[in-house]
């Protein structure tokens, strides 16, 4: 999936995104600081294992609620074409 991507293109997974994390330039030391719940996570601990997010790579995570992401990635394109 990333060979066909950009850093450019914004990208949403579902479930357990540990991989596309760490393809989007996601420290491994940020991934299991997230999963234990430190401050080094890549969200400071607060996503816990299924919601890595960092706005400045266009990764936006992903969600633990099976089909939760696509109203998610829905309101995200609607944001990004209405900005």
Do not use: W
């Not at 991507?5 to 991989?19: E, S, V, W």
């Not at 393809?23 to 607060?46: C, D, F, H, P, W």
């Not at 996503?47 to 995570?61: D, V, W």
């Amino acid at each position: 999936m990333e060979a066909a991507l950009t850093f450019q293109d914004p990208l949403i997974g579902a479930y357990r995104i540990h991989c596309q994390a760490y393809k989007r330039g996601i420290s491994v030391r940020q991934i299991i600081g997230e999963m234990l719940g430190k401050r080094n996570g890549a969200t400071q601990g607060r996503g816990g294992s299924m919601h890595f997010y960092k706005k400045e790579i266009n990764f936006y995570g992903g969600n633990g609620i099976v089909g939760a992401q696509v109203p998610v990635g829905a309101g995200l394109a609607f944001a990004l074409k209405y900005n």
